[in-house]
């Protein structure tokens, strides 16, 4: 009995943990040789039209100019790689209904046995916004995308949270850049 009252709060903490992650995969061109780039700019006609507010472009920005420069590139105005990146949002509802346990007036498994009591039944409904992230990598003498990451997963509203969380998802999509080829 004590297992079935903390089950729904098991279920709770799963959905969370699992909210918090961010999917990435990868993609890129085969015959391309990676290690010829060292340096990188922002294709600003692509990013200008990335459908989200201004100060979300510079965070963005600022984490991938960080995550670059970690991996040894440098940021300058004639770049071998173009970067650009654009968004999608989705926002979903998620209902729960977490079943419960009544009795009530009527016939039940012994004759004449039920009455108005038991327990109920609780249902909740939460909408939460899953964003993703395309990173694009273009060859800047060819004009030719060479390489796109994408990350998707639960985003936040909360003000102190965003920064951080973009910051996770960049780390997450450039961590797969650039490919280690088998």
């Known amino acids: 009995m004590r ?4 089950l729904p709060l098991l279920f709770i903490a799963a959905f969370a943990v699992g909210c ?11 015959t391309v040789n990676f290690t010829a ?4 700019g922002f294709l600003k006609d692509g990013i200008d039209k990335a ?8 965070r963005i920005m600022n984490a991938l100019e960080a995550e670059l420069a970690s991996k040894g590139f440098t940021k300058s105005d004639k770049p071998d790689l173009y ?3 654009f968004t999608k949002a989705t926002q979903n509802v998620n209902v729960n209904n ?18 108005p009591w038991g327990w109920g039944g ?15 990598m273009i060859d800047a003498s060819k004009k030719e995308l060479v390489w796109q990451g994408v990350g998707n997963g639960v985003l936040t509203q909360n003000r102190d949270k965003k920064t951080e969380r973009i910051k996770e998802f960049v780390q997450k ?9 088998d």
């Open 3 to 6: 297992t079935i009252k903390y």
């Open 20 to 30: 918090a992650s961010i999917n990435v995969r990868s993609d890129y061109d085969d």
């Open 37 to 40: 780039y060292k340096t990188y």
């Open 51 to 58: 459908e989200i507010n201004d100060l979300d472009k510079k």
């Open 83 to 85: 970067v650009n990146f």
């Open 98 to 115: 977490w079943g419960g346990y009544g009795m009530g007036w009527g016939w039940g498994p012994y004759w004449g046995w039920g009455g």
């Open 122 to 136: 609780y249902t909740s409904v939460n909408t939460q916004t899953e964003g993703t992230l395309y990173v694009d």
């Open 173 to 181: 999509i450039i961590a797969e850049f650039p490919p280690q080829k």
